[in-house]
């Protein structure tokens, strides 16, 4: 039976990776949504886009631009200095790009290239790396940048007060428009979770691999979720962007 999973920000652990996929039973029916940051903080970036182009051959994924794929493909066609990314994740990157040669670089750029901004399903379910802050939603957004940088709508959704009842002028539109939002670049370890938290429609699926948290795979319709072991204990010898 097929299931349509949701995968938080992997941030170059692909130990990780097959880690959750073994551990959620992955197979070639499944739909696969890659919530975006694929990149930056632990050292097999390149290895990950490798195994992500090459997953895209065998089954239905989907893959969402995250805001450090956007600074790797700027640095891979332009070789954008940008001193802030190297000291998130960024530098881990640089140094790991330096055994790739020239043609498997261009399959990196194509692939950051085609990635979208957001995924909308016939359920009404919105798939998007960080958020939107137009009060109609993505198809009216101002700055698409601020689908892959927006925080505004992660933090609304854990300010919002649960008395709130959904028909009142109070209540924040933006949590209206979709029946379920899943997204990534907040770790939830910041509030001090380590599992898929949901606040209002929100559903944040980024536990914390970047640094010292789990890699995540969810399925959307029954909620179960796998986990990796701890990113920092997969890469020991790392720091990882801690």
Partial sequence: MSRTLVIGDIHGGLRALHQIFERANVTKEDTLIFLGDYVDGWSESPQTLDFLIALAQKQNCIFIRGNHDELLLEWLENSTDNREWYKHGGEATVLAYLKVDFETKQKHIQFLKNLQNYHHDDQNRLFIHAGFTNMNGINFEYFPKLFYWDRTLWEMALAVDENIPK???????????????????????????????????????????AFKGLLTIMDIDSKEFWQSEPLNELYFNEKGRN
């Fill in 167 to 209: 028909e009142s002028q109070l209540y924040p539109r933006r949590f209206l428009l979709y029946d379920e939002i899943y997204i990534g670049h907040t770790p939830v370890t910041r509030i001090g979770e380590t599992v898929p938290i949901q606040k209002a429609c929100v559903w944040n699926v980024d536990t914390g691999a």
